[in-house]
């Protein structure tokens, strides 16, 4: 009886502890398994998925407005941007945009930048005035587009490498485009396209009497002290992802956590595997430091209440993973309890309440679900807003190398869930602000009391409503001037906004393929793109065909036309009409015209008509060879022998021709005393 009486009782004091424990999993749906709880959410995505980029660098004065307001704000480090976001830097101002890892775009001085597409599948930047440079580390065009848009340009980079444009300022004759660094894109205005090569730059003239020339030239011609700057900029970078643990403690979606390294150690632990702990010199600058205490509340569409950390290491501490308080300090993990297929971008991981009056938060536990969405309820933007993208990486349940999941116990894995965050967190993890300081600035962030901070970390997701925090719009332009500022002296400047691209761009939607048909091929398909239906030839067959000439197939034309149309068909043949004859009466029954003929004139015969010709080929007459009339046979005498001249024979003198004897003179008379001479000469002749 005695021991009866005592299974009875054992068995009634253990049964609320069996129904509790039976009720503890069923409700919370823990399996019995880690691995499996690590998965039972790999397919959860949030209500706003939308690609954020970051400011990670800026100097000087540096303004942003958002989309859907038109008011501006002061951008600070660690801002988050969102597609429609526009950004401008002063006369001093500097500013550095990271989109993921491998992307990071440069603003100088006075100059104006739009995000005009941010999707997974492709980035589209604006560039009115000024100067960008853009550096892209690993670009992949098959995966995605990067495309930049200047007054009546555009470019759309092909490789990796550094881009910048020169867009100038309102008012401008021209615009310039450099590509370095392995750099290759196109270049399309609003009359042509060609491609731009590594190391070249080229000027393209968009108004005035030589608008749609270009000149190119050599890249080092025009390095100035931006170009200085943007190299430091990508040397920084390039060591602060040498020395960081990109799939080893922390997968590629977890952009900016390269900036741990340098302000902080990865340590292990037995509860929460590998996380990170700031160093004493990160955080000793800020009194009674604790995550979501030093900062801001910035609205950003479509996600509404955003944190924008002081710290400059503070944006994957804040946007991804959870804080956690162990060992009497805070360590930030990379992921929580509950591990995705991707790690999506938050813009908060906080606990929001509203006690007395006062909006209070403290960092979302490591074992609860991030749904705790404040922002849902007050129309912080579209929901469902899925862009279709793939995330950067797939990252495995651990990383590659290291553990970074604790391996639990069922029965720690039923205590830490069931344990309430009292337990695991101090009450100086609560921040609180009056109400009517939300979101209008730093405001006056102070612990609450204890009672209050314990009251508000006692609840749990089962009795705890997300409150309802006014909108931006419903703060009626309340802001701190610290956030509001007027608008940038470079934007009140121009007078009307400036066109920019070679074409109108469509919503989500690259203008590459458009710009290259209709700038380049006017339109019409070019030879190289093969049609599906034309045969490959093989290496050392025939060609099918002569060979193809010009970059485009050429519609044939009809002979005869004047215009400049084209005509897309194969001209049709008609054949000669056939010559009536002059006796031949018309069709039409009119008289017929014969011309008079004279008598001495024969009738006039019509030549046969072309049908009735038979082409008879031209007769050769085979000519006739007429030998030449017959001569008395010659002689075949030899001809006479040269004989010389005798020596005895004097050669014969060449004297002159004999003189004509003189008339007969009178003779004188004759002197008897002078005897007679001889009238011959020596030489026999008379004198």
């Keep these: 009886m005695h021991s009866t009486r005592k299974l009875i009782w054992a068995f009634v004091l253990f049964l609320p502890l069996l129904s509790g424990t039976a009720l503890s999993a069923t409700t919370l749906n823990i399996p019995e398994k880690g691995p499996q709880n690590i998965q039972a959410a790999d397919d959860y995505v949030p209500e706003v998925t939308d690609r954020v980029a970051r400011i990670s660098f800026i100097r000087g004065d540096v303004r942003i407005r958002r989309g859907d307001s038109q008011d501006w704000e002061r951008a600070v480090l660690n801002l988050p941007l969102v597609a429609c976001d526009e950004i401008a830097t002063d006369q001093n101002g500097r500013v550095e945009i990271q989109f993921d890892i491998y992307t990071h775009v440069r603003l100088a ?3 104006v930048l739009k995000v005009t597409t941010l999707k997974d599948g492709g980035i589209a930047l604006s560039v009115p005035q000024g100067s960008v440079a853009v550096r892209l580390t690993n670009f992949d065009k098959d995966r995605g587009y990067f495309e930049i848009d200047a007054p009546q340009t555009t470019v759309a980079v092909e490789h990796s490498g550094i881009y910048r444009i020169d867009a100038g300022q309102p008012g401008g004759n021209d615009v310039r485009i450099t590509a370095t660094q392995d750099g290759q894109a196109r270049i399309y205005s609003d009359s042509s396209g060609f491609t731009l090569r590594s190391g070249r730059s080229v000027a393209l003239v968009i108004a005035g009497s030589y608008a749609g020339e270009l000149q190119t030239a050599d890249a080092d011609r025009f390095a100035d002290d931006f170009d200085a700057w943007t190299l430091e900029r990508d040397a ?6 040498r020395d960081s643990y990109y799939d080893k403690y922390y997968d590629r979606d977890i952009y900016g956590a390269e900036d741990l390294n340098e302000n902080g150690e990865w ?12 160093n004493s010199s990160a955080i000793g600058g800020y009194a009674d430091w604790s995550p979501y205490r030093y900062g801001a509340w910035r609205w950003v569409a479509p996600y509404g209440w955003t944190w924008v950390g002081d710290e400059p290491w503070g944006w994957a501490t804040y946007h991804y993973g959870r804080w956690v308080w162990a060992n009497g300090y805070w360590v930030w993990s990379p992921y929580g309890y509950y591990r995705y297929q991707r790690s999506w971008w938050n813009p908060a991981l906080v606990v929001i309440s509203v006690v007395n009056n006062n909006v209070c938060w403290y960092p979302l536990p490591y074992n609860r679900h991030n749904r705790h969405n404040y922002n849902s309820h007050n129309g912080g933007g579209p929901r469902n807003n899925h862009n279709g993208g793939q995330p950067s990486s797939s990252p495995s349940p651990a990383p590659t190398g290291q553990t970074s999941y ?7 894995r039923r205590r830490r869930t069931t344990t309430p965050p009292l337990q695991n967190m101090p009450p100086t993890a609560v921040v609180s602000v009056p109400v009517s300081e939300f979101g209008r600035g730093r405001g006056a962030f102070r612990t609450p009391p204890l009672a209050v901070a314990s009251a508000v970390i006692g609840k749990t997701d089962s009795v705890e409503t997300p409150p309802i925090l006014p909108t931006y719009k419903e703060l009626g332009g309340r802001v701190s001037k610290e956030i509001v500022v007027e608008t940038p002296p470079i934007i009140a400047r121009t007078e009307r906004p400036v066109r920019t691209g070679a074409a109108d761009r469509k919503p989500d939607v690259p203008l590459d393929n458009e710009l290259r048909t209709k700038r380049i091929f006017g339109d019409r398909v070019p030879l190289s793109d093969r049609r599906v239906d034309e045969p490959v030839r093989t290496s050392g067959s025939e060609p099918a065909g002569p060979r193809r000439t010009g970059i485009i197939e050429r519609a044939p034309v009809i002979r005869g036309k004047t215009d400049d149309t084209t005509v897309d068909q194969t001209p049709t043949y008609f054949p000669p009409r056939e010559r009536r004859k002059v006796d031949e009466p018309s069709k039409d029954n009119a008289p017929t015209y014969v011309p008079p003929r004279r008598n001495d004139t024969p009738p006039f015969v019509p030549p046969p008509s072309r049908e009735d010709r038979k082409y008879e080929p031209p007769k050769q007459e085979t000519p006739r060879y007429d030998p030449p009339p017959k001569q008395d046979t010659p002689r075949n005498d030899p001809p ?11 050669p014969p003198r060449n004297d002159p021709p004999p003189k004509s004897d003189p008339p007969p003179k009178s003779d004188p008379p004759k002197d008897k005393s002078v005897a007679p001479m001889d009238r011959k000469g020596k030489d026999g002749r008379d004198r």
């Design 640 to 650: 006479p022998r040269y004989e010389p001249p005798t020596r005895s024979d004097p």
């Design 267 to 278: 340590i292990y632990t037995r509860d929460y595997g590998y996380v990170w702990r700031p």
């Design 406 to 412: 604790p391996i639990l116990t069922a029965e720690e």
């Design 109 to 111: 001085e006075s100059s």
């Design 236 to 241: 920084a970078i390039a060591k602060r992802l």
